[in-house]
T-cell receptor, first 115, second 112 residues
Framework: ETGVTQSPTHLIKTRGQQVTLRCSSQ?????VSWYQQALGQGPQFIFQ???????GRGNFPPRFSGLQFPNYSSELNVNALELDDSALYLC??????????????FGAGSRLTVL | EDQVTQSPEALRLQEGESSSLNCSYT??????LFWYRQDPGKGPEFLFT???AGEEKEKERLKATLTKKESFLHITAPKPEDSATYLC?????????????FGQGTRLTINP
């Protein structure tokens, strides 16, 4: 059973640029969630994708967008990068619909630095 | 507003010295409380899910407990390899999605 894989692992961008982060979900999982983790903080929910549609979003502006593909892999796109976007971006997959609480399996993350 | 607070922020113990980490939460409609472990430069690794007050779960040197307002992660006779950041999270529903609301974590260091 393969876990969640993310790419790239590290990247550096300058303010105003755009970035795309990629995620392959764990085998058998059909739902992907994205989280942002600033240094020293807990992860914060960005949004979730199920059946190739966004079905829930946290307090993030529209310049954060995503896609889910038929094979359940996903992309996170961030436009007009700001310095505060520097963080570890975590992808997590799960199986929906859950009966009760469902366990998220996280990838190792993509570390984004905005200069 | 759903909120999770963990204490202490950092904890340094000697090998074999038992202790507890606290997670207090305020949430409307708890669907589950999660404990994750996160090593530097890695994603969170699932440890436990607790669903209702009074529930307990154990794994090796770790035991998680849950009340109506807080959860504890008890660490018995820890080893240096238990050093990590421990994250607590509650699961809530938003616009049809199930999201985790995390605390800021407790950074645990076990000295040999």
């Amino acid at each position: 059973e393969t876990g969640v894989t993310q790419s790239p692992t590290h990247l550096i961008k300058t303010r105003g640029q755009q970035v795309t982060l990629r995620c392959s979900s764990q085998s058998g999982h059909n739902t992907v969630s994205w989280y942002q983790q600033a240094l020293g903080q807990g992860p914060q929910f960005i949004f979730q994708y199920y059946r190739e549609e966004e079905n829930g979003r946290g307090n993030f502006p529209p310049r954060f967008s995503g896609l889910q593909f038929p094979n359940y892999s996903s992309e996170l796109n961030v436009n007009a990068l700001e310095l505060d976007d520097s963080a570890l971006y975590l992808c997590a997959s799960s199986l929906k619909p859950p009966s009760g609480a469902n366990v998220l399996t996280f990838g190792a993350g993509s570390r984004l630095t905005v200069l | 507003e759903d909120q999770v607070t963990q204490s202490p922020e950092a904890l340094r113990l000697q090998e074999g010295e038992s202790s507890s980490l606290n997670c207090s939460y305020t949430v409307s409609g708890l669907r589950g409380l999660f404990w994750y472990r996160q090593d530097p430069g890695k994603g969170p690794e699932f440890l436990f899910t607790l669903y209702s007050a009074g529930e307990e779960k154990e794994k090796e040197r770790l035991k998680a407990t849950l009340t109506k307002k807080e959860s504890f992660l008890h660490i018995t006779a820890p080893k240096p390899e238990d050093s990590a950041t421990y994250l607590c999270a509650v699961q809530v529903t938003i616009q049809g999605a199930q999201k985790l609301v995390f605390g800021q974590g407790t950074r645990l260091t076990i000295n040999p």
